[in-house]
């Protein structure tokens, strides 16, 4: 059974920084693509940060130069580092992992609140 599991989310005021965590299990860690996505009130999911199986680290160009994804495959846990935060980045932010080299159906953790005050 596949588990995805963040954690770190919570209130923080402008300028704040968070890491969130997402703890991988039931997969082959190495094989999937990870990647962090948000969705606020009334708006789409949208995608944050993804670390691809080979390389190549891609960003929002909303979050770049403040987020950072990284993984450690040790551990089967990808974080995204959130520095600067502003409150246009309140949403609920979402881990996905996909499997590298097909049209596959991701799977997705259940969400953590993030939450940053003006």
């Known amino acids: 059974q596949v588990q995805l599991v963040e954690s770190g989310g919570g209130l923080v005021q402008s300028g704040g920084s968070l890491r969130l965590s997402c703890a991988a299990s039931g997969i082959t860690f190495n094989n999937y693509d990870m990647s962090w996505y948000r969705q606020a009130p009334a708006k789409e999911r949208e995608l944050v940060a993804a670390?691809?199986?080979?390389?190549?680290?891609t960003y929002a160009d909303s979050v770049k130069g403040r987020f950072t994804i990284s993984k450690y495959n040790g551990k089967n846990t990808v974080y995204l580092q959130m520095n600067n935060l502003k409150p246009e980045d309140t949403a609920v932010y979402y881990c996905q992992a996909k499997y590298w080299s097909a049209s596959t159906t991701p799977y997705w953790g259940q969400g953590t609140q993030v939450t940053v005050s003006s």
């Open positions: 670390i691809p199986v080979h390389g190549g680290k």
